[in-house]
């Protein structure tokens, strides 16, 4: 099986490095799904996950907040503001960074502090997601 090299960092650390038969990423206009000799492209990562599938066929997942996505036909890099293994993001504060955001944005204080509010709402949203798939991973 044909594989890609696969690179995710963040600002802290280096997440992962390694050989994957695929890569799932959520970009600014949809999500992506990368193979071994894709086409060279360029693009902004929106808070979501990122999934890699291994050539064993083990999937894992990880969190980012955003960052830039680089294609070379045998290389991925995701450039992440921030990143986390899925199975190391906390649900609780989660779902409490959730709850303020909505709050935040039914008070419309001002149109920065409702953009703010909007940004945190979908990181928050992304980790839950990330959460639920690597809960689903782990029940199989």
Known sequence: MATIHCDIVSAEASI???????VFASGEMGELGIAPRHAPLL???SPGQVRV??????EEFFYVS?????????LV???ADT???AHDLDEAAAAKAKEDAERAIEERQGAMEVAEAQAQLAQAI???????RQRK????
């Open 137 to 140: 991973k782990l029940k199989r």
């Open 126 to 132: 992304a980790q839950l997601a990330a959460i639920q």
């Open 53 to 58: 599938q291994l050539a064993d066929g083990e």
């Open 43 to 45: 693009t902004r990562l």
């Open 77 to 79: 890099t995701v450039l």
């Open 83 to 85: 990143a986390a293994r």
């Open 66 to 74: 955003g960052g830039i996505l680089e294609i070379q036909p045998h």
């Open 16 to 22: 992962f490095s390694g050989e994957v038969a695929m």
